[in-house]
């Protein structure tokens, strides 16, 4: 819902606001898809007890 909140930004008339949109709703994006899903578990078993 944060990276569609972003997006809106896309639908404005002035370029700065649109690019801002696009970064924005892409960092969003990746750091849920990515960082979350993928690299969170992976680094977990490496770090054991650190990761509480």
Same mark, same amino acid.
Request: hydrophobic fraction near 65%.
């Given at each position: 819902? %944060? ?6 930004? %896309? @639908? %404005? /008339? %002035? @370029? ?5 949109? @696009? ?10 898809? =990515? ?5 969170? /578990?992976? =680094?977990? /078993?490496? =770090? ?5």
């Amino acid at each position: 819902m %944060l990276a569609a909140a972003f997006g809106a930004l %896309l @639908v %404005l /008339p %002035l @370029v700065p606001s649109v690019q801002m949109g @696009v970064i924005v709703a892409v960092g969003i994006l990746l750091d849920t898809l =990515l960082v979350r899903s993928l690299l969170v /578990p992976a =680094l977990t /078993p490496d =770090l054991g007890a650190c990761t509480w």
